[in-house]
Each structure stands twice: as structure tokens, then as C-alpha cells.
């Protein structure tokens, strides 16, 4: 027969007060079903007889329900006692061996298996295999079911296991011991034998098993940085009930910092001083960030001590008005401070804020990290030194000898290890490449570490050589990549998390170039494992898969090349469930097309290596801002994967529309936010190849500038944010066509994004902004492109209109200007071809919506440099002109005498009837600008 085992608590049954939920708080308890763990394991003897085994539950009846395997084992719902129990009868055996059933009870909230065996006629003991005890210690009860005499044997070198002395008998016999308490961090084990007095083959063993003494994080003591607290403060200006006393209450995150006066700009230099008694030195001070309007750009810093009483200006930083903190470590220790001095000179919106300023003096103690490092071979405490004793682990505060013994024994999950002992890389300073580069801030959130934590929670972080830079961790509470910012020092450090959030390492370097990683371990008992998606590293589906099967937090975290998602994990879980490759692939290609636009590509990695970060928000829509895009959670499905982005034009546009928002700087002025980058949307679907380009036809041109006279500011009917963003699009798009497609001039994008990051457009300036692009534009094509921009309508005179668009703005364009940028544009030899006429669509082309886009001019035609070869005529019919010999021609163009009235590129249009037909003449384009007049016919 099997040796089997039973082991059995005599315990007083608890009922567990469960948390109330808001149901529960409106009067509807939460469904409750539960059976105590100590009694899914039943033993009888071979006679007849019955049990019940209690329930607490608050279902009805018809909630929950019981069966068994085995006939000879009967069970039922019993429903007459004070508690619903499950009623078993086992009847008679008259086998020889023991017998097993399996009793399933089974609720809507949880299901549960108790084990049955009963004794037969032949000998047997029944004992359960293995016993778990608290580290306390205290009272054990095993309960011993068998027919045959035995003997009991207690394994070796376990005297913390007493027996307490009782009768011994043959059938059901309950034995006693006293278990001491584990002082230990290691869990130990008893073995009790039971051997048949008269036959020695019949026996069974329990493992008495014995927790590990509990530790947690209140076991690490550490002798922080010594706070500096002011004994006053003064500022220059402050909004009434926001003042400097607020940045020193100890509150951060309060949502009562201090604010320069509302609602107009502050009068810059804002002067913040705090004072201090004298009797301290310090090392250095923390600036946090509210997040928003006045974050701290550039400044300088005055420090005045007791041996030097008067304002000495130690340094001039920036800030760069980001949502984050900063920390500033003077060169050597200011020794007695008196009085600090902050002179801000540019914030956020033009005000000036401060949610908290803390100053410290640097705790030299390091008595704890030489304690570790008699156990562990460096300070991250990864890995122990050979030959370490157990004496010297349990001599450890109890937090670490316990991540000790894990890691002795070889029991640290490898899961919880992965995620828990990274190496992380440096990552370029996302401020300073913005400016460089002319971009939104890309996120600054690079290096996740799959690991959350609570509000409360007390965590360790293990820091090793930082090689001399600033490491941060930072709480991402949700979508809002600004969560609170923790500095963290070599060696050990103790965080109090103030909000719940998925942890981040911020390693921000001026370069990083042969910059060398840091190790950071966050170990056991801190934070909670949710694990992220790491494309350099994990490479396949399957392991994406597994990550995201074991992930519990609300967001799941995917690192591509150039693009990181964090997006719901429910999300992920619905849409992406098995395949990440086919969405981080595509979106980090949308990214590097375009980045090879904008001519960007070259210094990444080397230079840059930050990527978008991309949220999925619960509202909204779509969007872009410094550090984030974000696409509502429930759009997801439909522009991750590939095949689904390709299933729809517009699938593939909006996340392109929102990318190009980041990187269009450059190129933007007051006026075209909302189509200079569509020019990165539409060279997205040209990559994608299977859809044509987006935006109005040309003939909406014809209207604008012949009909409504309209010029470039106001061209169109304003759609979006106060602009035609579908016929504005198409400007840049004919500029992409011609030079690149065409190959007039292939890096024409590239150098013209260089001109404009050397000379740059000023926002608050749109008029001289159009006018700078239009030079620049003839610079990177060494071509004088003046008939291109006055199509386009850039050399209209615009009189200080007031314009809205993300903001307020004055449009103005004067003879002057236009005279000034026609001239600069006419060093440049004169354009080769008329490209202001190209079309890159033919009607039928996928994608295509619902109007025709002409029937000459298209892309080939300037590629091929198409000339008019046959006899081109026209008809009249009212207002209505039609072209016979023309499909040689790029346009065709009304004129009357050397004013042009009208162009289309349709073969039969209609000229608005605001345009007389009377004494005109019509001209078929050729692709190089020559014009052939058409005969009347």
C-alpha cells in the first residue's frame, strides 16, 4: 500500500470580518464563500460514520453546491444547524486497502476539493503528509488515523519540537507538542515517523514545517541625510495664501505650495530667501515641482554663511521649467549657513512655484552597508560571498538576512529576480534635446522596473556605483507621467512612497555615450512584481505572453527601440493578448520614418536615446504633449496591431498625426498646428504603402486663392482649431512629392529642418514665421520658389488680424516683409518645373474619399518631365470648359492677359461664375512652367 500521511490543527474556527466594499456600505455584503483550510483533508476509519465540515458563506442555497467521486462516500448540503455545513457519510469498507474520494463544493465566489481516505481491513496509518507553523510557534495538534500499533520517531536536531506527553491507542489519536519560536530567517522542518509496531513496512511520516521569523521593511534603520529646516522665509511676490511659508510646512503634494501672483506675469527676478540659525552645515537642497504653471526654469543661487554674512551667488542653473524635481549639491559643505537666496528669472507660464524646498546635511554613516557587505559581495546585495555562515546571515537586520537566505538557498523566485535586479542604462536629458532638436519633450520614463507600490509603503532600494550621477526613482501614479520623485543614493535607501504608482529609474545623463549602467535592486517585500515588456531583451510573443498573464497592476508597460507603451492592462489583455511584435514593430518604424524626415536619425542612439511615451487615458480621444501622447483606452484595438491599423486609412493617420505633434517644431508657426504635421502623416501611410495620401483636392486651392482670395492664414473653411487643415496638408505634401519622390532633391526635408533648427521660426511672430519658412524652403532647394509660395498665399500683406489657435496671435505680413523674403529667394536659380500643380493620387487610388482629385498634374508627370506634344484645344459651354489633347499638361490656367484668373486640373471644369469668360485665354501647364495656349474651338 502507499504510505500516506494526515496531519490536523485542533484550531478554533475565526470568522473573518471581510472589508467592506461600497456595496457592503450601501447595505449589499460582498458573496463570501469559504471552508478553513484545515479541514479539506477527512480521515476515517473503516467503519461506518459521518462529519460535518462547516461553511461560512453568506449565498442562498442554490448558490453553492456539493459531489463526490465515489459512491460509497455520501454528501449533502446540511442546512438545519446555526452555520451551513457539508454532510459526508462514509459507509462500511470491507477492502483491504484504503480508499479516496473527492468532495467538490463548488460556489459562484470559490471552489473548494476535500480529500477523503478511509482505513480498510489491512493494516494502515493515516497522517497528513505535512504540517505548516507560524515562526511564533506555540501549540501543534497532529491527528493520527490507524488500525495497527506504532511507534513515533522524531528526526534529529529538532529539540524547538516538544512532545507533550499522551496515551497511545490504535484507532484516531490526537498528539500535542509545544513548537518554539524560529528566531531564525530560515524556515526549518521536523520529521515524526509512525512505524507499525509488528510490521515494519507499514508506516508514514509528516514534515513538520516551521515559518521563517517574519521581516519586513521596519527592520532597516537607516541614519538619513539630516534635514535643514528654515527658521523663516521672505519672497519678492505671492499670490495672497500661497506664500514661501508653504514650501518649507514639510507637505509635498498637498496642493499648497507657493504661487507668484495670479492671473498676470510674475516680475521676474522672483527673489525666494530662507533663513536658518546658524549652527548647521549643509550639502544640498531639493526643489520640488506643483507640475505645472511656474516650475522653475533658469536662476541663480545665493548662499550666505556665519564666517561670510552677505549674499555670495554660488552658481546660475536651469530648471527648464520640467515637471520634475531637481536637487543641487554644493561643491563642498556650506559650513554654518545663515541665508539662502533663490532669484528665478523664468517659470513655467511665466509664473513661479514651489510645492516644497528641502535642505540637508549629508549623513557620512555608513555602519549598515558595511554590516552587508560582510554577507553580500557588493551593496546591491545580489549575490553573497563565499562561504557565509548562517550565524553571520541571522546576525543581518532581519529584512536583509531574510533576502540572505533566499538568495543561499536558491528560493528567490527567478520572476520576482528579473524584474527586481536590473542594470539600467543611462537615457539623454529629454529638456535638452527638445531645445536641440526643435521637438515636444519625449517621455523621461525609460526605464521601468515592473515593480509597483502602495501609498504607505516603506520600500528598500539598493543602489551600487552611479558613477558620480543623479539616480532618481519615480511613482507613476497613472497615466500623468509627473508622479512624485524620490533621490536615491549609493547603498541603501529607505523610501516612503507617498502615492500608489509603478516605480521608474530616472538615470539622466548630459551624454551617454560609453556611460556605464547602474545596478539597482529593489528586493523582496518592496513593491509588488508586475513585470514589463522589454523588445531588446524578451524578443518573443511567448514570453510577452507569459509577462502579461502574471502582470496585477492596472497599467502593463512594453519597451520597444523608440516607442513605450503603458496602457491598461485589461486592454492589453482583450486586444494583444499573444502578439506585441506586430504593434511595437510598427510604431517603433512610424517613429523612425519620422525621425529620418525631420533628419534626426543620425543622432540616435548615440546622442538621444529617449522614447515616446504613449498613455491610454480612460477619456478623450487622441492627443500629444511634453513627455506623453495619449490614445483613449477603448481605441486601442484598432491602432496596435498591424493588421488592424491597416484594416483603415485613418487607423494608421491618428497615431502619425499625434507623433508628428511632437516633432514639428520646426516647421510650425501660428496657423498650420494642425496640418505641418500631417506632412509626417502622410509620408507615414506612403511607407505603409497600401493607402494614398490624405487632404483636400487642388481644385479647393483654385477656390481659395481665386475665388475667396484668401491667403494662407485664412485659406480654406476653418475645420480644426481654426484651419483647413485638409487643404494646408497639402502644401508640404507637394514639397515631399516633388524633391524626394520625384528625386529633385532627396534630403530636401532634412536640410530644410536643419535651416530651421539654426534659424528658427518665432511663435509670437506667424507672419515672419510664414515668410521664414518660404526662405528656407528655397535655401534647401537651391531653387527660387517664389511662384510656389504665391499660389500658396504667402505674399499677401496681412494686417494684424488677431488669429486663435492654441493660443491667441497677431497675423502680420507687410509689403515689406514680402519684398524682403522675394528678394532673399531670388539668389537661388529659378525652379525647374510648375510642381505647385502636382497631384500624388489618381482617382481609384485606395483611399481616396469622396470627391475627385483631378485628371492631370500627377507626381510622374514632373518625374518624368512630361512636355506637351500634341494640339491642345477647348470648348465653352456657359461657364463650363473643356480641354480636348490635354492629358500632356500639368494644369490649365485662365487668364486674361498677364493676371491668372483660374487653374484645374480636370480635363472639363467649371469656372465660378464670379469669373468672367469674357476676353480670356486659356493655357494647358507643361510640367517645366511653360505654357501653351489652348485654341478655341
Known amino acids: 500500500m502507499k504510505n500516506v500521511c494526515f496531519v490536523f490543527f485542533v484550531a478554533v474556527m475565526s470568522i473573518c470580518t471581510m472589508a467592506c466594499s461600497d456595496n457592503e456600505q450601501e447595505g449589499v455584503a460582498e458573496p463570501s464563500f469559504e471552508i478553513s483550510e484545515e479541514l479539506l483533508q477527512q480521515d476515517f476509519t473503516k467503519e461506518q460514520s459521518s462529519i460535518l465540515v462547516p461553511v461560512s458563506t453568506n449565498l442562498e442555497s442554490a448558490g453553492w453546491s456539493v459531489s463526490s467521486t465515489q459512491s460509497w462516500c455520501l454528501v449533502a448540503k446540511d442546512l438545519t444547524g446555526s452555520k451551513p455545513a457539508v454532510k459526508i457519510v462514509i459507509q462500511a469498507s470491507e477492502e483491504p486497502e484504503v480508499r479516496s474520494a473527492a468532495i467538490e463544493v463548488k460556489s459562484s465566489v470559490k471552489n473548494y476539493t476535500i ?109 538619513g541625510d539630516v534635514k535643514i529646516q528654515p527658521t523663516s522665509g521672505k519672497d519678492s511676490e505671492h499670490q495672497p495664501g500661497q506664500g514661501i511659508e508653504n514650501t518649507f510646512d514639510g507637505k509635498i503634494g498637498s496642493g499648497s505650495p507657493y504661487h507668484s501672483i495670479w492671473n498676470q506675469p510674475a516680475t521676474f527676478p522672483v527673489t525666494l530667501e530662507y533663513f536658518f540659525d546658524g549652527t548647521s552645515d549643509m550639502d544640498y537642497f531639493i526643489y520640488h515641482t506643483r507640475s505645472g504653471n511656474g516650475n522653475f526654469g533658469e536662476l541663480d543661487v545665493y548662499t550666505a554663511t556665519e564666517e561670510n554674512p552677505e549674499y555670495a551667488l554660488y552658481g546660475s542653473f536651469d530648471f527648464k521649467k520640467q515637471n520634475a524635481s531637481s536637487k543641487v549639491v554644493f561643491a563642498s559643505t556650506l559650513k554654518k549657513v545663515t541665508k539662502i537666496k533663490f532669484a528665478v528669472k523664468s517659470g513655467a507660464g511665466d509664473f513661479v512655484s514651489c510645492d516644497e524646498m528641502e535642505f540637508f546635511r549629508k549623513n557620512t554613516s555608513k555602519e549598515l552597508d558595511a554590516q552587508l557587505l560582510t554577507v553580500f559581495t557588493d551593496i546591491t546585495c545580489c549575490e553573497l560571498k563565499q562561504g557565509v555562515t548562517s550565524e553571520q546571515i541571522n546576525a543581518l537586520p532581519g529584512y536583509f538576512a531574510h533576502l540572505a537566505v533566499q538568495l543561499k538557498n536558491g528560493t528567490y523566485d527567478a520572476w520576482e529576480k528579473k524584474f527586481r535586479m536590473q542594470d539600467y542604462q543611462a537615457y539623454s536629458d529629454v529638456e535638452v534635446w527638445a531645445e536641440k532638436l526643435m521637438t515636444k519633450r519625449y517621455g523621461n520614463l525609460d526605464n521601468p522596473t515592473g515593480i509597483y507600490a502602495e501609498a504607505g509603503d516603506s520600500i528598500i532600494v539598493l543602489v551600487g556605483d552611479t558613477h558620480g550621477q543623479t539616480v532618481s526613482l519615480q ?226 486651392l483654385a477656390t481659395a486663392r481665386f475665388i475667396e482670395k484668401q491667403a494662407w492664414f485664412d485659406m480654406g473653411s476653418s475645420t480644426h482649431q481654426n484651419e483647413d487643415t485638409e487643404l494646408h496638408m497639402r502644401m508640404n505634401w507637394q514639397l515631399w512629392n516633388y524633391y524626394h519622390r520625384c528625386g529633385y532633391k532627396p534630403d530636401f526635408w532634412q536640410k530644410l529642418f536643419k535651416l530651421l533648427r539654426e534659424t528658427r521660426i518665432t511663435e509670437s511672430d506667424p507672419g515672419a514665421g510664414q515668410l521664414l519658412f518660404a526662405k528656407m524652403a528655397s535655401k534647401a532647394a537651391n531653387e527660387n520658389l517664389t511662384d510656389f509660395f504665391e499660389l500658396w498665399g504667402f505674399f499677401i500683406p496681412v494686417n494684424n488680424v488677431t488669429i486663435e489657435q492654441y493660443g491667441t496671435w497677431k497675423y502680420n505680413v507687410t509689403q515689406t516683409m514680402i519684398n524682403e523674403a522675394k528678394s532673399y529667394m531670388a539668389q537661388f536659380p529659378k525652379a525647374k518645373h510648375a510642381f505647385y500643380y502636382l497631384e500624388d493620387r489618381k482617382n481609384g487610388d485606395v483611399g481616396i474619399e469622396n470627391y475627385k482629385v483631378g485628371d492631370v498634374g500627377h507626381y510622374t508627370q514632373f518625374k518624368n518631365n512630361q512636355t506637351i506634344t500634341k494640339t491642345v484645344g477647348y470648348t465653352r459651354s456657359g461657364q463650363r470648359i473643356t480641354i480636348s489633347g490635354g492629358d500632356e499638361a500639368v494644369a490649365f490656367e485662365i487668364k486674361r492677359g498677364a493676371e491668372l484668373l483660374f487653374f484645374s486640373n480636370f480635363l472639363s471644369f467649371e469656372v465660378p461664375s464670379q469669373i468672367s469668360l469674357d476676353v480670356i485665354q486659356v493655357y494647358a501647364v507643361q510640367a517645366d512652367g511653360k505654357r501653351v495656349q489652348a485654341i478655341l474651338k
Open 115 to 223: 480529500q477523503v481516505r478511509q482505513l480498510g481491513y489491512g493494516p494502515a496509518i493515516l497522517v497528513r503528509s505535512e504540517a505548516s507553523v507560524e515562526s511564533a510557534g506555540g501549540p501543534l495538534q497532529i491527528t493520527v488515523t490507524s488500525n495497527v500499533e506504532y511507534t513515533i520517531t522524531q528526526s534529529a536536531s529538532t529539540e524547538w519540537l516538544t512532545t507533550i506527553p499522551r496515551t497511545r491507542a490504535l484507532v484516531d489519536k490526537d498528539y500535542a507538542y509545544e513548537v518554539a519560536a524560529n528566531t531564525t530567517y530560515e524556515a526549518r522542518t521536523a520529521v515524526l515517523t509512525y512505524t507499525a509496531v509488528k510490521e515494519s513496512k507499514v508506516m508514514a511520516t509528516c514534515a513538520v514545517i516551521q515559518k521563517a521569523k517574519k521581516s519586513d521593511t521596519s527592520d532597516v534603520v537607516l541614519e
Open 475 to 700: 511613482a507613476i501614479p497613472a497615466v500623468d507621467p509627473s508622479g512624485d520623485m524620490y533621490f536615491l543614493n549609493e547603498g541603501v535607501n529607505k523610501v516612503g512612497i507617498r502615492q500608489t504608482g509603478m516605480l521608474f529609474v530616472m538615470y539622466t545623463t548630459p551624454t551617454v555615450e560609453n556611460m556605464k549602467p547602474i545596478r539597482v535592486h529593489i528586493p523582496l517585500n518592496s513593491g509588488k512584481v508586475n513585470g514589463f515588456f522589454d523588445l531588446k531583451e524578451d524578443k518573443t510573443d511567448e514570453i510577452y505572453a507569459d509577462l502579461l498573464s502574471k502582470a496585477t497592476y492596472k497599467y502593463f508597460c512594453v519597451r520597444g527601440e523608440k516607442i513605450m507603451f503603458y496602457f491598461h492592462l485589461t486592454k492589453m489583455r482583450e486586444y494583444l493578448p499573444r502578439n506585441i511584435l506586430s504593434a511595437i514593430h510598427l510604431w517603433d518604424n512610424i517613429i523612425g520614418w519620422q525621425q529620418e524626415l525631420m533628419g534626426i536619425d543620425n543622432v540616435r542612439p548615440s546622442q538621444v536615446n529617449n522614447h515616446i511615451f504613449a498613455v491610454s487615458p480612460e477619456d478623450g480621444y487622441m492627443w500629444a504633449s511634453d513627455y506623453r501622447i495619449g490614445f483613449v483606452y477603448t481605441y486601442l484595438n484598432n491602432i496596435l496591431l498591424y493588421e488592424n491599423v491597416m484594416a483603415a486609412k485613418d487607423n494608421a493617420w491618428g497615431p502619425s498625426h499625434e507623433i508628428g505633434h511632437i516633432h514639428q517644431k520646426a516647421i510650425n508657426w501660428p496657423s498650420s498646428t494642425e496640418s505641418s504635421n500631417n506632412l509626417f502623416s502622410n509620408y507615414v501611410l506612403y511607407k505603409l504603402g497600401k493607402y494614398c495620401s490624405r487632404g483636400t483636392e487642388l481644385s479647393a
